[in-house]
């Protein structure tokens, strides 16, 4: 009789729910044995799990292989929200069919898990462009202008085997460009394309805020990325406006204001 580290190693080789040998080691009464086997089906069906939600993420992109075209862009943007720092956005152009396991929403990526898929998405992609749109910038135009102007920055900062794209998937914009696109609500969590642009511009952005908390202790910036958490919230209290601050964002605008008076 086999031992059961011997069955590991074998139910190791298995792939396939519907493989004949399964019946073979159900009928093994052993716990470890049947312990082993709940476990590998349980590996087996995530694998398969996660593979149709990448089939599924990739739908928007097949369609349009269908129609002829090949670099397909991902374009989204981190950091409309926050009080401090510049918006970022990045442009993926992923090879034909491309899957990156685990790669999603970038909020639906666990914190710990962000440098690797990122890693991941640098490695396979064919291009990457980066667009950082300064809180100066902001201010002057407003948050959604300034995501535009970084978007378009993000298309023209392309770098890789593919300098322009033939078409673009944008997260919930539209853009002044001659390039046809689709806009996308809850793009980085329906396509793959804009996903892999979703973690790109996390990643570069939390690096910006992370170098600005060493220039601006005191507010939490490599924690909280320039939202108004309370750290953040209490550090203005205590040390006042920095020049990375949105001065068109309140409670900014209010403190800026009070400070006039």
Not at 84 to 95: F, R
Not at 121 to 135: C, H, R, W, Y
Not at 214 to 241: D, I, M, S, W
Request: one cysteine or more.
């Amino acid at each position: 009789m086999a031992t059961i580290k011997e069955i590991k190693e074998e139910l190791a080789t298995i792939s396939d729910l519907a493989d004949e040998r399964w019946a073979m080691f159900e009928a093994d009464s052993r716990a470890g044995v049947q312990s082993a086997i709940r476990q590998r089906r349980k590996t087996i069906q995530a694998v398969i799990a996660e593979e149709e939600r990448l089939e599924n993420m990739l739908r928007y992109e097949k369609e349009l292989y269908s129609k002829g075209y090949e670099a397909i862009a991902g374009i989204d943007e981190v950091g409309r929200g926050p009080l401090a720092g510049p918006v970022v956005t990045a442009c993926v152009i992923l090879p034909k069919n491309c899957k990156i396991t685990g790669l999603n929403d970038s909020k639906k990526i666990p914190k710990s898990k962000h440098e690797t898929i990122y890693q991941a998405v640098l490695e396979a992609a064919l291009s990457v462009g980066i667009g950082i749109v300064d809180q100066e910038t902001i201010d002057q135009v407003n948050i959604y202008e300034a995501t535009k102007i970084g978007m378009l920055a993000a298309i023209h900062n392309l770098k890789g085997e593919v300098m322009r794209p033939d078409y673009l998937l944008i997260d919930a914009m539209k853009l002044e460009t001659q390039i046809p696109q689709q806009s996308i609500i809850k793009g980085d969590a329906n396509s793959l394309s804009i996903a892999a642009a979703s973690i790109v511009a996390k990643v570069t952005r939390d690096r910006i805020m992370a170098d600005y908390d060493r220039q601006f202790p005191g507010y939490g910036f490599a924690q909280n990325a320039g939202y108004g958490t309370a750290e953040h919230l209490e550090g203005l209290k205590r040390y006042g406006v920095t020049p990375i601050h949105r001065k068109t964002f309140e409670p900014i605008k209010g403190i800026l204001k009070s400070q006039q008076q």
